[in-house]
């Protein structure tokens, strides 16, 4: 069955051929590009020589220390996304579709942060987790827990938590939106049967809304996965990837080898191990909510 005629096609096609044509040049010709250039020994000069490394880039990214401890970092800001982001995004959508009063209020509130610059809201947060003068650390001596004021960012072994946390914090309103979507989606004559038959808000929530969301939850998954894989602007406005490395994650390093050491060969092995990790996860999750779906 034609669901267009040959007229249609080729209107649709002459519509849509400028956006394929920036989409190609911005985004597809430089993931081929990056590929390309994780085989090469370059320092970014255009005048300076080409050399051809075979996968050298990777077999040192592979036997490099630090590039592991960003693996496992990464793994914290996926594990950060799906036990703060998820269920705190979830109440506040159940929130904002609710029939409470200032609805709109809330709704605004929580989302500003999701719209603010990434190195704005990070300056913001390292003022206030400075470890001798800010803000947060001076509210909790002033109330008598100077034990608990410790030098956030500076701590090896809590700066990658800091960061986590802020990242929960600026993301919570955008993925309110998306849950918030998926709940308003949901038919209200399912919620009046529920009424009905004597259920309460807890029972409507974990055995009509959870489960007509499932959507939703794996557009929520493959965002937090992705975006945790290239998070780079908030850890490194932040603490730079240290205390020594302690926050270093793939973007962080992919900035430093290309930038601040001039290794592009070894910066766009870093590049291709990121593009091809989230698109393989992408893969994976889809094909897992899809087995989850056909098994219900």
């Known amino acids: 069955m034609k669901i267009f005629n040959k007229k249609q096609a080729v209107t649709i096609s002459v519509f849509l051929l400028p956006s394929i044509i920036l989409y190609s040049i911005f985004f597809i010709v430089p993931i081929f590009q990056t590929f390309y250039l994780s085989f090469f020994s370059w320092n970014g ?3 300076s020589p080409f050399v051809y490394t075979g996968w050298d880039n990777f077999i040192l990214l592979f036997q490099d220390e630090a590039f592991y401890l960003s693996l496992k970092n990464v793994l914290i800001f996926i594990l950060g996304s799906f036990i703060l982001i998820m269920p705190f995004s979830f109440i506040l959508a159940l929130i904002i579709t609710s029939k409470i009063k200032g609805k709109r209020f809330f709704r605004i509130s929580y989302f500003i942060p999701s719209i ?3 190195t704005a809201l990070g300056l913001l947060w390292q003022f206030l987790l400075k470890g001798k003068g800010g803000l947060i650390n001076n509210i ?4 008598g827990l100077d034990r608990w004021a410790v030098d956030w960012l500076g701590d090896p072994d809590i700066a990658i938590f800091s960061v986590v946390a802020v990242n929960a914090w600026i993301f919570c309103g955008l993925n309110m939106i998306i849950f918030a979507s998926g709940i308003v989606s949901i038919p209200e004559e399912i919620y009046e049967a529920a009424t ?3 259920a309460n808000g807890f029972q409507k929530v974990i055995y009509i809304t959870v489960p007509l969301m499932k959507e939703i939850f794996k557009i929520f998954s493959i965002l937090a996965v992705t975006q945790s894989i290239r998070v780079f602007a908030q850890v490194y406005v932040m603490t730079g990837g240290g205390p020594n490395g302690a926050t270093e994650v793939p ?7 290309s930038f601040v050491y001039n290794n592009f060969g070894g910066g766009n092995a870093i590049a291709t191990f990121i593009v091809v990790t989230a698109l393989v996860s992408t893969v994976v999750l889809n094909r897992l909510f899809q087995g989850k779906a056909s098994s219900a």
Do not use: H, R
Request: charged residues 10%.
């Open 196 to 198: 009905i038959d004597g």
């Open 140 to 143: 909790l001596v002033s109330i």
């Open 45 to 47: 000069i255009k005048s």
């Open 251 to 257: 973007t962080t390093m992919l900035y430093n080898q």
């Open 116 to 118: 603010l610059p990434l």
